[in-house]
């Protein structure tokens, strides 16, 4: 029923991505698709990019929330198109390039349904898990989309990619220690000789986050801090290298 699976993965953790939804993904006709870059290191958003390319799928990093990135996918798509046009009897009748929509959640699936197609059909929000159903979403254009649901068990990960998880908001609030992903990101963004606690506490003091008694507020600030990662605010991280890559 599918013609092109687009692989979503946040460009801050490719690699933990892929691991958790290798599994479930077809390898037949794959393009990744490297969503939030602007959270991303852009050389490192470049090196995934050219590392996928090179082992024989096509790469892009598209902005899903302001369509940077989008020109070269569709682009690609439309050669996806003219090859399978070019495949099919003269008697058929014309159908759209029909694509399914796949990764971890809280990637940007929807959004960038809603993207290629021209609508705002897809359901999508700031939380996990808001996609509750598959369902073929049509628009304007060549396209059909099979939109899906963050099916990616994320349950039972442990370690530090549960904490990458958390950082990118992949998973729910409930499911992480917050000063726990939050000492994990200091020790990625803070500059070097500094102690992931010390880059915390001074976060916090930055912040105002101060008790009674002159203590830093450390459940406030850990939360904060994540928050800013998320957003971006603390810079541009990626979390892996593709020279991680072991499969």
Request: some cysteine; proline content about 7%.
């Amino acid at each position: 029923m599918v013609d092109v699976f687009l692989f979503l993965l946040d460009a801050r953790i490719p690699l933990t991505s892929v691991r958790l939804a290798e599994p479930y993904l077809s390898k037949r006709r794959r393009v990744y698709v490297l969503t939030k870059p602007d959270l991303a290191d852009p050389e490192m958003t470049r090196a995934w990019a050219e590392f996928f390319t090179s082992r024989g799928s096509p790469a892009f990093a598209v902005n899903c929330r302001t369509g940077d990135g989008m020109t070269a996918l569709l682009g690609h798509l439309r050669a996806v198109k003219a090859e399978l046009d070019a495949k099919k009897p003269a008697a058929l009748l014309y159908r759209p390039v029909r694509i399914m929509l796949f990764g971890p959640p809280n990637v940007g699936k929807s959004s960038l349904a809603n993207r290629l197609l021209g609508t705002t059909k897809a359901p999508f929000g700031a939380k996990p898990g808001l996609t509750r159903s598959s369902n073929w979403l049509r628009g304007r254009g060549f396209l059909e989309i099979l939109d899906t649901p963050g099916v990616v068990d994320t349950s039972l990960v442990k370690g530090e990619a549960r904490l990458k998880l958390a950082a990118a908001w992949a998973i729910p609030d409930n499911m992480y220690d917050p000063e726990e992903v939050a000492r994990y990101l200091a020790g990625k963004v803070s500059p070097a000789g500094v102690q992931p606690e010390s880059f915390v506490e001074e976060f916090g003091r930055a912040r105002g986050f101060i008790r009674e008694g002159g203590t830093v507020d450390w459940e406030r600030t850990c939360q904060t801090l994540i928050l800013e990662f998320r957003e971006g605010r603390l810079g541009r991280f990626t979390l892996e290298a593709p020279e991680e890559w072991d499969g």
